[in-house]
Structures are given as structure tokens and as C-alpha cells.
């Protein structure tokens, strides 16, 4: 039986598409360099793992990409504004609680970005617990914060659906024998949820949007 749905946050319910807003705002060998070389580099997975912060990330980046910098003081400032909630799926967390379902959130967030989004939305109001990577300075996909959360909230990985937008994280889940959500641009969250609940126990607990 279900018990536990745990959520990533970025492309989950939080929107996150640095990419699509650099190719409608700044010529496209800008953006798929600065994609590159900033939003899927190692050091973005640094800050969010809480070994580098913000403002360290776009100096050295400025550093190191100079003939980018106006670019890059750019998204300094946009970023904050690109986080923000996918409304389909954050209005499933209030009928989740209601159902008896217990919520968690785990990510991987720079911290002043988590700060920010944390103060500024309400739906984390829902969450029975939360394991950000920049806090435990530990992130997906390595199997060491998902055993965080299992840890710190007695989650039963067989007991639980993790939900996540990366392809490699989703298999970590798996290997801890979580339930899993691969969500794509072309995946239904509440209904693959619906799913899901129904294979594993019969549950009619998750109804369908009217």
C-alpha cells in the first residue's frame, strides 16, 4: 500500500526552463553556450549541493565566459523570477493530504533560491517533510540523500512513489525499490499518480480533476 509520494520541485512544481527563456530572449549560440557551460555545467550541481553559492557560481562563471557577462548578469536577475508553481500540479497536494497520503519534498535547490521560493508560495505548507540538497550539502542522483530521507522520516521506499523530472534520478529510486514517475513534457502527473495507486493497491484515492 502507498503511504508516501515524494516530490522533486523543479519541473515537478516549480517551473524551471532557463533554456527556453534564454532562446526567446538572447541570440541562440548565447544560449545553448550558457546552457552548456552554466545550467548543466558540474558547478550548477555544486551549488545546489551547497558547496559553492550564487554569487560565487556567476562570478566565476563571468570569469570564466567574460565575452558572455552581460548575458550572465542577466540571468543572475532572471532566475529567481523563472521558479514558479506549475499550477496543475501543485493543486494535487491539498486533495493528496486530505486523502491521507504523507508528502515530501526532496531536491536538488541552491539555497538562496530555496529561501526565496519557500517564503514566497504556499503550497509547501503540505509537505510532512523536506531533504533540499544544499542544506545536507549532499544531491541526486547519488543514493546518499535519498537515504537522508528515508532515514530522517521512517519512509518505507516499497511504500513510496518518488516523482522526478531526470531520467538518472528516477533510476536511483528505483534501485532503493521506490515507486517511480518519470515526468515528461508529455506525462499527465495526476494521472499517472491515479495509476499508479490503483496498481498497487486498489486505491481509488486519488480522483480524476472534474
Known amino acids: 500500500m502507498i503511504k ?3 516530490f522533486d520541485l523543479g519541473r515537478v512544481l516549480l517551473e524551471w526552463e532557463p533554456y527556453q527563456y534564454m532562446l526567446e530572449n538572447f541570440p541562440k549560440h548565447v544560449a545553448d553556450e550558457m546552457n552548456e557551460k552554466i545550467f548543466e555545467s558540474k558547478d550548477f550541481w555544486f551549488m545546489d549541493k551547497g558547496l559553492m553559492n550564487e554569487d560565487q557560481l556567476w562570478q ?10 552581460e548575458y550572465i548578469l542577466h540571468m543572475k536577475e532572471a532566475v529567481p523570477k523563472l521558479l514558479r508553481p506549475i499550477e496543475k500540479n501543485t493543486r494535487l497536494l491539498p486533495r493528496l493530504k486530505e486523502k491521507g497520503f504523507k508528502l515530501y519534498a526532496l531536491s536538488n535547490f541552491s539555497e538562496k533560491n530555496f529561501e526565496l521560493v519557500h517564503k514566497k508560495f504556499d503550497f509547501f505548507k503540505y509537505f510532512d517533510g523536506m531533504v533540499i540538497s544544499s542544506h545536507v550539502k549532499l544531491a541526486k542522483p547519488e543514493k546518499e540523500i535519498f537515504l537522508e530521507l528515508i532515514k530522517r522520516y521512517n519512509v518505507v521506499p516499497e511504500e513510496s512513489i518518488f516523482i522526478d523530472d531526470k531520467l538518472e534520478n528516477v533510476k536511483t529510486a528505483q534501485e532503493l525499490n521506490f515507486k517511480v514517475i518519470h515526468l515528461t513534457n508529455n506525462t499527465d502527473l495526476e494521472e499517472e499518480l491515479w495509476r499508479i495507486l490503483r496498481a498497487c493497491d486498489g486505491s481509488e484515492r486519488v480522483a480524476r480533476q472534474g
Open 4 to 6: 508516501n509520494i515524494v
Open 60 to 69: 566565476k562563471k563571468m570569469e570564466e565566459l567574460p565575452h558572455l557577462e
